[in-house]
Nanobody
Framework: QVQLVESGGGLVQPGGSLRLSCAAP????????MAWFRQTPGKQRELVAGINIVGSTNYADSVKGRFTISRDNAKNMVYLQMNNLRPEDTAVYYCNAPNNPRRNEYWGQGTQVTVSS
């Protein structure tokens, strides 16, 4: 089973920026909206941002105006541009297709984002 592969995380100071990337199987990318999620220890995974096939986006209130989700349909890639990062953005970030009934088979390893001075 091919999983989603996230990359681009790292350590950044408050106010800094990162760009996350997600490589998705064509079979998933072409059929479903895609989204970024994040999770911290002891908490449930939360939706950060989503983008549908035609490019309409939605964001969690906590990231509106700071994060931008995009997709490259030619490369089967989803991106998350994160600006003005805050310590509370620290988490492992994952991508997935939230409307895929088999989404639980596709969770990848995620990419760690740490915002700290």
């Amino acid at each position: 089973q091919v999983q989603l592969v996230e990359s681009g995380g790292g350590l950044v100071q408050p106010g800094g920026s990162l760009r996350l990337s997600c490589a998705a199987p064509r079979s998933i990318f072409s059929m479903y909206a895609m989204a970024w999620f994040r999770q911290t220890p002891g908490k449930q995974r939360e939706l950060v941002a989503g983008i549908n096939i035609v490019g309409s986006t939605n964001y969690a209130d906590s990231v509106k105006g700071r994060f931008t989700i995009s997709r490259d349909n030619a490369k089967n890639m989803v991106y998350l541009q994160m600006n003005n990062l805050r310590p509370e953005d620290t988490a492992v970030y994952y991508c997935n297709a939230p409307n895929n009934p088999r989404r639980n088979e596709y969770w990848g390893q995620g990419t760690q984002v740490t915002v700290s001075s």
